[in-house]
């Protein structure tokens, strides 16, 4: 290699290293302000609907002892975990709001694969409707990350479910990981939501988040209105996993499963790469009519079938 080659990539390779440090700088910076004005400034009106919260202070909360509904289940750090994430969110959402999420059962959907790949079990929230449905278009389109670590409680009935159906796994072992958003994307909303919502499964679990091995190399289109098929073609070959994933034990976390394609690819990266995918948890799951079933029907048919 000349010498003007080599300089000019290590020039590249400044500038990249360079990028990244700015970008991981902004992030801390943000986060940083965000618990800035927290402390500073006490919230005067819900997160999610915007009603004046202040008022409610004096009244008496008969649910400031309460979780959200879940199995019980013999993990009492978890649902220590749960509670210190509920009294938190009391602190900047409404006590309509508060009771809303706090009832939210868990939504157990199985996503069939290719061929004799295993069922995959996911386990959201609640239907992608109501304040669950406003609640994630500000999340994603009035770009609220701070609403999205709000919310962080409201997945403690789906990660409950999920432990329960696992059987023979370390959970002790478990890695989050986050459905990735495209850079360009990233770049223009300034966050990924399901980062946000996997730190908080982390939490509940007190696991780590990966948020790095499981990648979106192709931007693609949004799938809104696409038929399954065209969601599984259009995200063919969108995802990549490092081989830092290999013998690990993970978690899918994303805001909303509409068809399963996006979870589908990811598991099958991760796959790829050598990991095991236990299941996935999401924010909401969409409703859906098929062959006369229920909207809520929880089986999602063999994806590679449907086009």
């Known amino acids: 290699m000349t010498v ?40 005067t009106s819900c997160l999610l609907c915007q009603v004046e919260t202040r008022a409610e202070a004096n009244q008496q909360d ?4 309460h979780l959200p509904l879940c199995q019980a289940i013999d993990k009492p750090a978890l649902l220590a975990r749960g509670a210190k994430l509920t009294r938190a969110a009391r602190a900047t959402l409404c006590m309509e709001c508060m009771e809303f999420f706090c009832t ?24 992608y409707s109501g304040p669950l449905q406003e609640a994630i278009y500000q999340i994603k389109y009035l770009k609220r990350p701070e609403l999205a670590n709000a919310l962080g409680f409201a997945l403690l009935p789906p990660t409950v479910a999920l432990l329960k159906s696992l059987t023979d796994v370390d959970t002790d072992k478990i890695v989050v990981v986050p459905v990735p958003l495209h850079k360009s994307k990233v770049k223009e909303r300034g966050f990924n939501q399901a980062e946000e919502l996997a730190r908080s499964v982390a939490h509940l679990l007190n696991a780590k988040v990966d948020s ?14 696409l038929s399954r098929g065209e969601r ?55 409703k859906w009519q098929k062959r006369g079933q ?5 089986v999602v048919p063999a994806i590679s079938i449907v086009i």
């Open 104 to 127: 939210l059962t868990e939504v157990k959907t199985t996503l069939i694969g290719d061929d004799d790949s295993p069922t995959m079990p996911c386990f959201a929230s609640g239907f």
């Open 294 to 298: 229920p909207e809520e029907s929880t």
């Open 212 to 225: 790095s091995s499981l990648k979106r190399v192709r931007a693609t289109r949004p799938q809104f209105g």
């Open 62 to 65: 008969s649910r400031q002892d």
């Open 232 to 286: 599984r073609r259009n995200l063919d070959g969108a995802f990549v996993a490092a081989s830092g994933l290999a013998t690990k034990n993970v978690l899918l976390v994303d805001d909303v499963l509409t068809s399963g394609a996006t979870i589908y690819e990811c598991a099958a990266a991760v796959s790829a790469a050598g990991g095991t995918v236990l299941g996935a948890i999401t924010l909401a799951r969409a």
């Open 4 to 43: 003007e080659k080599t300089v000019k990539q290590t020039t590249f390779n400044f500038g990249k290293s360079l990028g990244t440090a700015q970008a991981i700088l902004a992030k801390q910076r943000r986060r940083l302000w965000q618990f800035v004005c927290l402390l500073l400034f006490e919230p």
